[in-house]
């Protein structure tokens, strides 16, 4: 009756004492019944042979009973119950000394079995190596001692009756060893389900930490082209070519200084981007989406517009160095000839106010009248003075000369004086011819002389004005070109010597005549103002410049020769350099697909490419050398080279950008098949396949081709509409923003998902409900109990309230957690 209320568990009521041996049997057959129905078959045993005490049947029975349910479900790796038990005992107590368990009898015998089984689980428990095999009875108590203690398995046996007996009872050790199987198989269970979790977490917030590095790096990287753009695109001109020097220096030391750096951040930015998305895809984790703002195609758009601010600050900086340069240039001819023009002005005011014509005798009237004569010439002869001096300052005013207001004032004094001087000379020619008719003779000598001498005082001052002009040339043409024409104002020199010694000759003629004739001449020529002496000398001054003329010309023909070879040198490196950028960049596309081996005999030959282009960095260097001699030097063009050093810059970095690229491709082609255990040969099919329907090479598939390679692959996705079906859904996999192209680490990322198995959100959920007692929600001090602690507090703090009706305080929701994990819900 004992027998069937502990199996059956309901209690039976009390037989009567007259029909104690009939309700016996009913109740032993109830007992025999229920363990039919369990699946155990019990082979000549009767409930008579029970109720009359067969010590034989009766133990037969409870045997049946033990091996129905406590052995029978020991399963390990399909063997038998019995066999699985001895496997689980092998296994587990194989690396102790003295231990060989073959059997369940005299394997056990020594105790040291039963000690080495609990030591494997609970080695706080157990101090094995004080054990001796010699004194079994110790060895035999200590272990049952401490499992009755400490993992609530009764006591069974006899340590006296284990060492006494030759072959201990087989199916008592191992009813025994059964208890030892079923304590620690539930702490494997929650063990398994423990590291799976902290697997899981792991990945989770490595994930998360990559994540926050990635906001980080994007931000600041962000953050430095707001800053840049704005200096980059202010265009508030300066004043002096100093001034804008300085700040096409401070350009040079962004260009060569601060962008490299950013450069490279740039690119492991994104080779941060692509790492951390292929890690995402292999724990099977949703895609990472950055920040709003902060998208690799955000980075992207950023720095096409700091691209193009600097490109047009750039521009705009030469051009207000030439604009400047060219406003000096003006300024100082404008200051020049102002300067000539207002020494020539000078008394002229005073001069045509003068009253002399009143007390003059005819002589002297008519001399007055022939050198005012004179003067109106000299004045016609400056009128294109004049204008040019009011065109310069136009000028000067249209360039947005910063000194334009003093030009402006002293231009309008010039002119203002120009028309009082018109106005005087009117006024006095109208004095002098009203009295004209009242004087006689003029001596005609004389004032063939003024005629004469006025257009050639005029000349030559003209010519010292051409001699001291300033110039500004960039090219030998345009320096060859004032050569030219000194050359040929100097081949004029003989004439103008003639026509000065004509001058001249007039005047000795004159006094030759008047000394012949005892005339007495009164002082100068009357009718002009320019003297002998004053050729003579102005003639002198010619000659002294023109050989100041020679040596300036020279000097700018030897700079514009220093630069014609600044141009030849850079142009000779340039015309190197730019071809080893561009044949490389094509060697990077061929290298990419014709690449041979294991991966990583890829890479390092990748790696080995990259070494050889950062080894060919002196040649760039020595170019930006060679560039800044040009820019100090002014020199704006170079008609012998098509390549600027903008050109080599952006190809250089583009160069290294896209074998960095190619490496992190392989990378993580590295990463995929470790991650998703494919194996080269796997690796190597896809990549052949992959390349045989590239056709043009380009890296990646069109829809048509796709298909092609995937049929290739052995998928059904022919021309019809199950066919069709099935390759909308892969191209919706491989190309979820229908683009139009499948790239390699798509097909590679699509091939490893359909090869390989990976952990899911359900494989998570099952754990934690191990961890839980087989609950609904998991409590902290469960969590706490079954994972490390930091991994422990992660999940406490984001797991949120369990709400199910059989919710307990602090109980938390693992499953609305495990699923967020995957990306199926918001964590």
Same mark, same amino acid.
């Given at each position: 009756?004992?027998?069937?209320?502990?199996?059956?568990?309901?209690?039976?009521?009390?037989?009567?004492?007259?029909?104690?041996?009939?309700?016996?049997?009913?109740?032993?057959?109830?007992?025999?019944?229920?363990?039919?129905?369990?699946?155990?078959?019990?082979?000549?045993?009767?409930?008579?042979?029970?109720?009359?005490?067969?010590?034989?049947?009766?133990?037969?029975?409870?045997?049946?009973?033990?091996?129905?349910?406590?052995?029978?479900?020991?399963?390990?790796?399909?063997?038998?119950?019995?066999?699985?038990?001895?496997?689980?005992?092998?296994?587990?107590?194989?690396?102790?000394?003295?231990?060989?368990?073959?059997?369940?009898?005299?394997?056990?015998?020594?105790?040291?079995?039963?000690?080495?089984?609990?030591?494997?689980?609970?080695?706080?428990?157990?101090?094995?190596?004080?054990?001796?095999?010699?004194?079994?009875?110790?060895?035999?108590?200590?272990?049952?001692?401490?499992?009755?203690?400490?993992?609530?398995?009764?006591?069974?046996?006899?340590?006296?009756?284990?060492?006494?007996?030759?072959?201990?009872?087989?199916?008592?050790?191992?009813?025994?060893?059964?208890?030892?199987?079923?304590?620690?198989?539930?702490?494997?269970?929650?063990?398994?389900?423990?590291?799976?979790?902290?697997?899981?977490?792991?990945?989770?917030?490595?994930?998360?930490?990559?994540?926050?590095?990635?906001?980080?790096?994007?931000?600041?990287?962000?953050?430095?082209?707001?800053?840049?753009?704005?200096?980059?695109?202010?265009?508030?001109?300066?004043?002096?070519?100093?001034?804008?020097?300085?700040?096409?220096?401070?350009?040079?030391?962004?260009?060569?200084?601060?962008?490299?750096?950013?450069?490279?951040?740039?690119?492991?930015?994104?080779?941060?981007?692509?790492?951390?998305?292929?890690?995402?895809?292999?724990?099977?984790?949703?895609?990472?989406?950055?920040?709003?703002?902060?998208?690799?195609?955000?980075?992207?758009?950023?720095?096409?517009?700091?691209?193009?601010?600097? $490109?047009? @600050? *750039?521009?705009?900086? #030469?051009?207000? &160095?030439?604009? /400047?340069? !060219?406003?000096?240039?003006?300024? %100082?001819?404008?200051?020049?000839?102002?300067?000539?023009?207002?020494?020539?002005?000078?008394?002229?005011?005073?001069?045509?106010?003068? $009253?002399? @014509? *009143?007390?003059?005798? #005819?002589?002297? &009237?008519?001399? /007055?009248? !022939?050198?005012?004569?004179?003067? %109106?010439?000299?004045?016609?002869?400056?009128?294109?003075?004049?204008?040019?001096?009011?065109?310069?300052?136009?000028?000067?005013?249209?360039?947005? @000369?910063?000194?334009?207001?003093?030009?402006?004032?002293?231009?309008?004094?010039?002119?203002?004086?120009?028309?009082?001087?018109?106005?005087?000379?009117?006024?006095?020619?109208?004095?002098?011819?009203?009295?004209?008719?009242?004087?006689?003779?003029?001596?005609?000598?004389?004032?063939?002389?003024?005629?004469?001498?006025?257009?050639?005082?005029?000349?030559?001052?003209?010519?010292?004005?051409?001699?001291?002009?300033?110039?500004?040339?960039?090219?030998?043409?345009?320096?060859?070109?004032?050569?030219?024409?000194?050359?040929?104002?100097?081949?004029?020199?003989?004439?103008?010597?003639?026509?000065?010694?004509?001058?001249?000759?007039?005047?000795?003629?004159?006094?030759?005549?008047?000394?012949?004739?005892?005339?007495?001449?009164?002082?100068?020529?009357?009718?002009?103002?320019?003297?002998?002496?004053?050729?003579?000398?102005?003639?002198?001054?010619?000659?002294?410049?023109?050989?100041?003329?020679?040596?300036?010309?020279?000097?700018?023909?030897?700079?514009?020769?220093?630069?014609?070879?600044?141009?030849?040198?850079?142009?000779?490196?340039?015309?190197?350099?730019?071809?080893?950028?561009?044949?490389?960049?094509?060697?990077?596309?061929?290298?990419?697909?014709?690449?041979?081996?294991?991966?990583?005999?890829?890479?390092?030959?990748?790696?080995?490419?990259?070494?050889?282009?950062?080894?060919?960095?002196?040649?760039?260097?020595?170019?930006?050398?060679?560039?800044?001699?040009?820019?100090?030097?002014?020199?704006?063009?170079?008609?012998?080279?098509?390549?600027?050093?903008?050109?080599?810059?952006?190809?250089?970095?583009?160069?290294?950008?896209?074998?960095?690229?190619?490496?992190?491709?392989?990378?993580?082609?590295?990463?995929?098949?470790?991650?998703?255990?494919?194996?080269?040969?796997?690796?190597?099919?896809?990549?052949?396949?992959?390349?045989?329907?590239?056709?043009?090479?380009?890296?990646?598939?069109?829809?048509?081709?796709?298909?092609?390679?995937?049929?290739?692959?052995?998928?059904?996705?022919?021309?019809?509409?199950?066919?069709?079906?099935?390759?909308?859904?892969?191209?919706?996999?491989?190309?979820?923003?229908?683009?139009?192209?499948?790239?390699?680490?798509?097909?590679?990322?699509?091939?490893?998902?359909?090869?390989?198995?990976?952990?899911?959100?359900?494989?998570?959920?099952?754990?934690?409900?191990?961890?839980?007692?087989?609950?609904?929600?998991?409590?902290?001090?469960?969590?706490?109990?079954?994972?490390?602690?930091?991994?422990?507090?992660?999940?406490?703090?984001?797991?949120?309230?369990?709400?199910?009706?059989?919710?307990?305080?602090?109980?938390?929701?693992?499953?609305?957690?495990?699923?967020?994990?995957?990306?199926?819900?918001?964590?």
């Amino acid at each position: 009756m004992l027998l069937l209320e502990v199996i059956s568990g309901e209690r039976l009521p009390k037989p009567e004492r007259g029909k104690m041996r009939v309700h016996k049997i009913n109740n032993v057959n109830k007992a025999l019944d229920f363990i039919a129905s369990k699946g155990v078959k019990l082979v000549s045993i009767g409930a008579e042979e029970i109720v009359d005490g067969n010590a034989k049947m009766t133990l037969g029975m409870i045997w049946t009973i033990i091996l129905r349910f406590a052995i029978q479900d020991i399963s390990v790796e399909e063997t038998s119950a019995k066999e699985g038990l001895l496997l689980w005992c092998q296994r587990k107590t194989a690396p102790y000394k003295n231990v060989n368990v073959q059997n369940f009898h005299i394997s056990w015998k020594d105790g040291l079995a039963f000690n080495a089984l609990i030591h494997r689980h609970r080695p706080e428990l157990i101090e094995y190596d004080k054990l001796r095999k010699d004194d079994p009875v110790t060895n035999l108590n200590n272990a049952f001692e401490v499992a009755e203690k400490y993992l609530d398995i009764p006591k069974m046996l006899d340590a006296e009756d284990i060492v006494n007996t030759a072959r201990p009872d087989e199916k008592a050790i191992m009813t025994y060893v059964s208890s030892f199987y079923h304590a620690f198989s539930g702490a494997q269970k929650a063990e398994t389900a423990a590291n799976r979790i902290c697997k899981v977490l792991a990945v989770n917030q490595e994930n998360e930490h990559l994540m926050e590095d990635y906001e980080k790096l994007a931000s600041d990287l962000l953050e430095w082209i707001k800053r840049t753009i704005p200096w980059l695109e202010d265009r508030s001109p300066q004043k002096t070519i100093q001034e804008m020097q300085q700040k096409l220096e401070d350009f040079r030391d962004y260009r060569r200084v601060h962008k490299p750096p950013k450069v490279q951040e740039k690119c492991q930015l994104e080779i941060n981007f692509n790492t951390l998305q292929t890690k995402l895809r292999l724990s099977n984790r949703p895609a990472f989406m950055p920040s709003e703002g902060r998208m690799v195609s955000d980075i992207n758009t950023g720095w096409q517009h700091l691209e193009q601010a600097e $490109k047009g @600050y *750039e521009e705009w900086l #030469l051009n207000e &160095i030439r604009r /400047l340069e !060219r406003l000096d240039h003006l300024a %100082e001819k404008f200051r020049q000839k102002a300067s000539i023009h207002e020494a020539w002005t000078e008394g002229k005011e005073a001069m045509l106010k003068q $009253k002399d @014509y *009143e007390a003059a005798t #005819l002589s002297d &009237i008519k001399a /007055l009248i !022939r050198k005012h004569e004179a003067f %109106e010439s000299d004045l016609a002869a400056h009128q294109d003075r004049v204008e040019q001096i009011a065109a310069i300052a136009q000028e000067l005013n249209e360039l947005d @000369y910063y000194d334009s207001p003093s030009v402006n004032a002293r231009c309008q004094k010039i002119c203002d004086q120009w028309d009082v001087l018109g106005s005087l000379t009117h006024s006095r020619r109208e004095a002098l011819e009203k009295t004209e008719k009242q004087l006689e003779t003029i001596d005609e000598l004389h004032l063939e002389y003024a005629k004469r001498a006025a257009p050639f005082n005029n000349w030559m001052e003209s010519a010292m004005e051409d001699l001291q002009d300033m110039f500004i040339v960039h090219t030998i043409e345009e320096i060859e070109g004032l050569i030219a024409a000194h050359d040929q104002f100097k081949s004029t020199l003989p004439d103008a010597d003639k026509e000065r010694e004509a001058i001249l000759g007039i005047q000795r003629e004159a006094q030759r005549i008047a000394d012949f004739n005892s005339i007495k001449l009164a002082g100068n020529n009357p009718y002009t103002s320019v003297t002998p002496q004053i050729i003579n000398s102005k003639w002198e001054r010619v000659q002294q410049l023109v050989p100041k003329r020679d040596h300036a010309l020279q000097d700018e023909q030897s700079k514009q020769q220093s630069n014609e070879h600044l141009r030849r040198q850079f142009a000779s490196q340039a015309n190197i350099v730019g071809p080893w950028i561009q044949t490389k960049m094509e060697e990077i596309g061929r290298i990419s697909i014709e690449l041979h081996g294991t991966l990583e005999a890829q890479l390092a030959q990748l790696k080995q490419y990259e070494q050889s282009i950062v080894d060919y960095k002196p040649n760039i260097d020595l170019l930006e050398q060679q560039h800044q001699l040009i820019q100090e030097a002014l020199i704006f063009d170079n008609k012998h080279t098509n390549y600027t050093m903008e050109h080599i810059r952006v190809g250089w970095e583009q160069l290294l950008t896209t074998i960095a690229r190619t490496i992190n491709e392989v990378e993580n082609q590295i990463l995929t098949r470790d991650a998703k255990g494919i194996s080269q040969e796997q690796m190597q099919e896809f990549r052949a396949s992959f390349n045989h329907f590239d056709k043009d090479h380009g890296g990646a598939l069109g829809p048509e081709e796709f298909k092609a390679c995937l049929i290739s692959l052995g998928y059904d996705v022919e021309n019809d509409r199950q066919g069709d079906a099935e390759f909308n859904r892969i191209m919706s996999v491989v190309d979820p923003n229908n683009s139009g192209i499948v790239t390699f680490q798509a097909f590679i990322d699509f091939m490893s998902r359909e090869t390989t198995d990976t952990d899911t959100a359900d494989q998570v959920i099952a754990s934690f409900k191990v961890l839980a007692g087989d609950k609904n929600y998991i409590t902290a001090e469960e969590l706490r109990r079954e994972l490390p602690p930091e991994q422990a507090e992660y999940c406490i703090a984001r797991m949120a309230p369990y709400q199910g009706p059989d919710a307990v305080p602090g109980a938390l929701d693992y499953k609305s957690f495990s699923t967020a994990l995957y990306g199926e819900s918001d964590l």
